[in-house]
């Protein structure tokens, strides 16, 4: 009876053209799609741990990335300057001047890899920024790390001078050292056989490094007969050579047979 009662409703609506309810319109299909896709998107998914992989999985990545990225040094700040002609004492100064952190350990590094890369320039300007400013307590090693800088970079009399002017307690078997190797840098065969005499008066010469260095003047002064006189001496002072002191020999030898066949002996 309502159901009869319900379609005249429509039919005299309709007659009369009166807009129908909403709630007596029938939906359209497009409508009931969209209400459709709205319902199943507001439904939870069925596989809830998909959305929490792809979370975890961005997460992941945002983290990979942040790790990759390696913090700044002094290091990573100097050496990609590049020429060795370019000033180090601004970066330096700039790296302070913006309150970071500046180990001694971290100065001696980038000394060493200054050196590496042959730019004694740069390492001599790092090396006395550390001593002038007092960021490093210096050690007998720094001072003969210093002292063989000069010599490369200045020349032999500022590298004696420097020497002359150290503290008695600096002068050690490693400044000592240093000042041969200058000597001998500079083929000066003389002073370096007094130096080296002096540093075995000393006790100074208990390792291969200064035979080493006496080997290598006689090998740069084409005094190539001379060298097994000094491997004598290291056995003799009970000093054991090392591989670089027979690698010495071993070249001077064939240099003195490539000799003695090139004048018909």
Not at 27 to 52: A, C, D
């Amino acid at each position: 009876m309502s159901s009869s009662l319900s379609s005249l409703s429509r039919l005299l609506r309709r007659h009369l053209k009166i807009p129908l309810l909403p709630s007596e319109a029938s939906p359209s299909p497009s409508s009931s799609s969209s209400s459709s896709i709205l319902h199943n998107l507001q439904q939870p998914s069925p596989f809830p741990w998909s959305s929490r992989r792809r979370n975890y999985s961005s997460q992941k990545k945002k983290s990979s990335s942040s790790s990759n990225t390696k913090p700044e040094t002094i290091s990573s700040l100097v050496l990609p300057l590049g020429h060795p002609s370019i000033s180090v004492t601004p970066e330096l100064g700039r790296w302070v001047h913006r309150g970071k952190p500046l180990r001694p350990v971290e100065l001696q590094h980038l000394v060493r890899e200054l050196r590496k890369r042959r730019r004694c320039t740069q390492a001599l300007e790092v090396s006395e920024w550390m001593k002038d400013k007092g960021k490093v307590a210096f050690t007998p090693g720094d001072h003969a790390v210093l002292l063989d800088l000069i010599g490369q970079v200045r020349g032999l009399p500022p590298a004696e001078s420097y020497f002359d002017d150290m503290d008695e307690k600096d002068k050690t078997e490693k400044t000592y050292g240093a000042l041969l190797n200058c000597y001998v840098r500079e083929r000066l065969v003389e002073k370096s056989l007094s130096h080296f005499q002096k540093m075995k008066e000393m006790g100074f010469a208990s390792n291969p490094l200064p035979y080493n260095n006496i080997m290598s003047l006689y090998t740069n002064t084409d005094q190539h007969e001379k060298i097994p006189s000094v491997l004598a001496d290291m056995k003799a002072n009970r000093v054991l050579p090392d591989n670089f002191s027979y690698r010495i020999c071993i070249n001077s030898t064939a240099e003195r047979r490539t000799s003695m066949l090139s004048r018909g002996l």
